[in-house]
């Protein structure tokens, strides 16, 4: 985030506030140097003649909000720009093809820099899309690693839309819950799970915003957006995180993404193979990381074996005998559903204490943020180390 420390120290004339804006170009080399995380580059921004007062007001320093917050209301509205003029017109499109009255409250939430950030998320989302669709393994860390700096950027914006009558609006439209939290996660695991379906609607949605057509690319989101909601509904998370898990196992690995495994499981059976992950991660990476082999045997003794008792013979069978297990094992160069390689899992474990520890940390943060396409490329990663181990 950047911090304008001098913006608090404005004696209350009109004047004064002035100067003060003009010498801010003066330091803007300083500033730059103080960007947590965040380069305005990446943000399609030139330099800071690009911000406005309402982005700056959306900037949060927690020993500093408070008094900020006393400042805002002197601001002169001539200053502020108001609302981002594309944005204002993609939200409309969006509430257009909702079939709901033009949004007011929410538009007021972007100013110039939060504008231009928002629809850079949009293109890294439909970069990452692209890039999951053609198996870009190295370019998705880098998607989600920009992707994850824009959310954070846009945090005060997203706080601002939810607590607007318009957001609720929308909200009750869709039938989804208010939460913005839970919304938020469930959109990006529908984009996990299902980026083969999305990558060429999406792309449009991008070139329409390239070109110019804000109002018709808000039309085109909300058609897609809707979709997703009923699609999502019917789905469900269990099968949903399911699907993103074996997506990035399978693209880690360079084999076909998961079609016919998929018709194997139902919601219940997704959410148990799903439970056991989340349990292994967690429970290894509580304890120490010399302790992993100690840490695994007696998850799996305690509640793993327990876990994957409860699926069907039949399911896994089922698995064993898809397309993508057939390529999985042919690209390891061992059957993953033999006792050969359990056995030598069991030895991995044993023998590699740290790496093994890594990979269960890497796949806990991962599911723990619900990106569970991430999680299934470090399982795939894991099985790989365990194949080439002698």
Known sequence: MIVLMTLFSLAFSWTAFYERLERLRDKERNIKDKVENVHLKNLGLSNLKDLSLKDIAHIKSPDLSSKFEKLKHIIPKDLDPSHHKEVDEFWTGVFEGLKLKKPTELIECFGTLSGNVFFRKIRTVNELLQHSKEGCNLKLHTDYAQLEMLVKALEHTRKCMTETKDFQRLADS????????????????????????????????????????????????????????????????????????????????????????????????????????????????????????????????????????????????????????????????????????????????????????????SMKLAIDKGDYLHAGAVYAHLIEAVAKAA
């Open 174 to 361: 869709l039938d989804i819950t208010g939460d913005s939290e839970a919304l938020n996660k469930a959109k990006y695991l529908y984009y996990e799970a299902k980026f083969v379906e999305l990558a060429e609607p999406f792309q449009k949605i991008v070139k329409e915003i390239d070109d110019g057509n804000f109002n018709n690319a808000g039309r085109s989101f909300a058609e897609l957006f809707k979709n997703s909601v009923k699609d999502y509904k019917h789905t469900g998370e269990d099968l949903l995180a399911h699907q993103a898990f074996g997506n990035g196992l399978s693209g880690a690995l360079g084999v076909s993404l998961p079609s016919d495994s998929l018709k194997c499981y139902n919601a219940k059976n997704a959410k148990i193979l799903m439970d056991f992950f989340r349990g292994m991660s967690e429970a290894v990476t509580e304890g120490r990381w010399y302790k992993a082999d100690e840490t695994s045997s007696e998850y799996w003794e305690s509640e793993g074996k327990n876990l994957l008792s409860k699926i069907p013979k039949k399911v896994w069978d089922c698995d064993m005998k898809s397309k993508e297990s057939k390529e999985i094992s042919e690209k390891l160069g061992i059957d993953i559903g033999s006792q050969e390689f359990r056995d030598k899992m069991f030895e991995y474990i044993n023998d590699h204490n740290i790496m093994y520890y890594s990979y269960m940390r």
